[in-house]
């Protein structure tokens, strides 16, 4: 059997920039390759590289689909491939979807280009696709904007949109960074299902190597632009060659805090939360939907709170709420002092105290900044008297902190990978010394090895510093890691509250239960 995809010696260099050297694989018709390493390894490049969606690199090599080449194709011949054939799930769904859009007008568009659906077969069909990928109400979540969506609802629209067409080859990169567990284990499922009804392949790029363990056939791992190993899953996990591939597999984390017997004073109390969103019901009519039912929550000096739900149940919601980011009803203290009377002046400067790391770092940083910039702004506005070379130094240690060069604080966001960004972004939040920090998925755009470094690092801050965070991750290895206690969020209200250990052990209620099956059958 001819292999669907075949790829050659291919180099990408921007400028004078060589990102990837000498890369050659290939892919059987319904065969799942994974491509791993870590960020900035050069694997989203490849394979955008692969339906040339980069207009500024310069590309080298051979890249072949179903026999015919890519590489010498013309634009509009390589249109009509674009997903019909080769379809693409991008890693950042916000930054991909066009956000004055509904979702379902965008799956419709793909529907009518490649299989010439009118416009209500598409948006039926468009219903079926995103009900089918485990979005809840699709009938209703087809006429939502991306804004109106979390960060799993927004993945599940795109991949509803990558399979449309039914392609011969699926580029999946990081398709479940924004999922929880449990959807996780059922976009898998599908993808495999659909693989073995359509005999689609599937290029497989993640960080996350226990969903490599269970999806993939073959996996090769890239470092620094190359591809280092290469083989069957069974065997390159049971028996790395490589020390790359070694350090990969070592790097799942393990728990780094300790519940610890003192009570520290309380630094954050949330009480009677409830967040309401207004919706459209029609001409002249509007509706509220709570999405956030009286939520309690504490968090003492030095604790991290880690709060696990599904995809929609209000993690972000509840992180955004006591922020004072979004209305909500109830009581927020920091240290005692009230936030929800605080205003103006008052307000802008307690939020020196309280900071924010957004889930997706490239919506969250201003294209138009540099790093240095984006950094400094918040010494800018806290420290208006600082000296420029104190913010520079200052910036520069923020940088070196996450694991970034001072080379980077004069390059823009666009330069830099997902990982990357999400550092920057950590940077930003730690530059002012806050005392509470809000983290929405802090590592889900991390690889193996650099979010333990992460990890690490901020359970280092919090001990040297004393910060408290608030700790939103669908990872529970992540919160197993770095929570003292865990909160679980379902549908807008919490079902179980407790110490780490104890949760994770004896899980009372059914949900909790159901998440850590998922968990740990990833893990397994």
Partial sequence: MEPLLQVEGLGITFGASRVVEEVTFSLMPGEKLALVGESGSGKSVTAQALLRLQPDATVSGSVRFAGQSLTSLGEDAL????????????????????????????????????????????????????????????????????????????????IAMALACQPRLLIADEPTTALDVTVQAQILALLETLQRETGMAVLFITHDLNLVR???????????????????????FGQPAHPYTRTLLASRPEPLVEAGTATPPVRLEARG???????????????????????????????TLGVVGESGSGKTTLGLAVTRLID???????????????????????????????????????????????????????????????????????LAEVGLPASAMERYPHEFSGGQRQRIAIARALVVRPRLIVFDEPTSALDATLQKQVLKLLVALQERHGLSYLFISHDLAVIRAVAHEVLVLRAGQVVEQGPTAQLFAAPRDPYTRTLLAAALGEAD
């Fill in 214 to 236: 269970r999806f993939a056939d073959r996996v090769a791992v890239m470092s620094e632009g190359r591809i280092v190993e290469t083989g069957p899953v069974q065997q390159v």
């Fill in 79 to 158: 249109r009509r491939i674009r997903g019909r054939d080769i379809a693409m799930i991008f890693q950042e769904p916000m930054s991909a979807l066009n956000p004055v859009m509904t979702v379902g007008r965008q799956i419709g568009e793909v529907l009518t280009l490649h299989r010439g659906l009118p416009r209500r077969a598409a948006r039926d069909e468009a219903i079926r696709l995103l009900g089918r990928t485990g979005l809840d109400r699709p009938e209703e979540r087809v006429d939502a904007y991306p804004f109106q969506l979390s960060g799993g609802q927004r993945q599940r629209a795109m």
């Fill in 273 to 303: 939360i409830r967040v309401s969103f207004r919706q459209r019901a029609g001409w002249f009519r509007t509706r509220f939907q709570t999405v956030l039912h009286d939520v309690d929550l504490l968090i003492p000096a030095g604790r």
């Fill in 328 to 398: 909500a009803q109830g009581t927020v203290a920091l240290d005692g002092e009230p936030l929800f009377s605080l205003k103006g002046e008052a307000l802008r400067r307690m939020r020196r105290h309280f900071q924010v790391v957004f889930q997706d770092p490239f919506a969250a940083l201003s294209p138009r900044m540099t790093v240095a910039q984006i950094v400094g702004e918040g010494l800018a506005q806290h420290f208006p008297g600082q000296d420029l070379a104190t913010r520079q130094a200052a910036v520069a240690e923020a």
